[in-house]
């Protein structure tokens, strides 16, 4: 079975998560468009709760998509390097499961559960 490069699948993951965001940033928008048409007089306004805390969640989506990203450039960095799949903390090797279920992963996955 031929396994696919890490270079691909990190690609494949940014594309995945570049999308997320993209749809997490339209419907941040339709959110703030949607409550400039509600009035926003009254704070105890139960409509007005619900956009605010429906915006509060997409941002805070939209900020974990973002550090996604910042994770995948950091594995592209260590693909460059030659480090990509090596625990960052006791250098062994990540298994391809793990990687292939993340793969902006630096740590192994004991390492990743002894931190916790
Ligand atoms: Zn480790």
Aim: contains cysteine; aromatic residues 2%; hydrophobic residues 30%.
């Amino acid at each position: 079975m031929a396994r696919k490069s890490p270079e691909r699948m990190v690609a494949e993951e940014r594309e995945r998560v570049e999308q997320r965001i993209e749809s997490l940033q339209r419907h941040l928008a339709s959110i703030v468009e949607s409550a400039a048409w509600t009035t926003n007089d009254d704070e105890h306004d139960p409509e007005g709760v619900t956009i605010a805390y429906e915006r509060a969640q997409t941002q805070g989506l939209l900020s974990d998509a973002k550090s996604e990203l910042e994770a995948l450039d950091h594995a592209d960095e260590r693909l460059a390097k030659g480090t990509y799949g090596t625990c960052e903390n006791c250098g062994k090797r990540i298994s391809q499961e793990r990687l292939a279920a993340l793969p902006a992963a630096t740590t192994c996955i004991r390492c990743a559960n002894s931190r916790r």
